[in-house]
């Protein structure tokens, strides 16, 4: 949504206007004179806002880590979370089927299909699978209800800075 100067010129003004309409000593030819007057200083304030807004820069908000710095988002999805699958389908296509290692095979892919959030080498977080995560050998933490909503609250705000 851009910001309207116009739009702030008259909301500005019309603030003005009410305290000119408290004024019952002013006569109309007066008041309309004091109405243009608001209009020029609603108009010099409008512009002094509109451009510290536009030239504003805004910094996102991100959660706290155990390091004390602001965590990143995660992106979406690794591109390669589910690369991991092909091999551990085909080794459990080989396996005889209802065997021992046949059960605790499935069991193992079911587990690594799980959805979490993986923090790479570098710091940067994002969502992938437990499989992937034992593959780049990093720190898997399991999507629960509470890093969703914290997910949710870095999305689209931010502090002027």
Known sequence: MALELSRLIKNLAQLRHKETNKNKFL????????YKQNVEKATGEAM???DYVNKGEVSPTFPIGN???ALNPPVPMEKKSFSFLV??????????PGSSLHVNKKR?????LEVGI??????????STRGRAKQLDR?????????????SKTTGRGKLK
């Open 108 to 112: 193992q892919i079911e587990s690594d």
């Open 27 to 34: 006569k109309s030819k007066a008041k309309v004179q004091e």
């Open 48 to 50: 002094a806002i509109h």
């Open 67 to 69: 390091n004390g710095r």
């Open 87 to 96: 091999d551990d389908i085909l080794e459990l296509n080989s396996l005889t």
């Open 118 to 127: 993986v923090t790479n080498i570098s710091g940067v977080r994002y969502l």
């Open 139 to 151: 720190p898997f933490d399991e999507m629960n209800d509470k890093q969703a909503i914290a997910l």
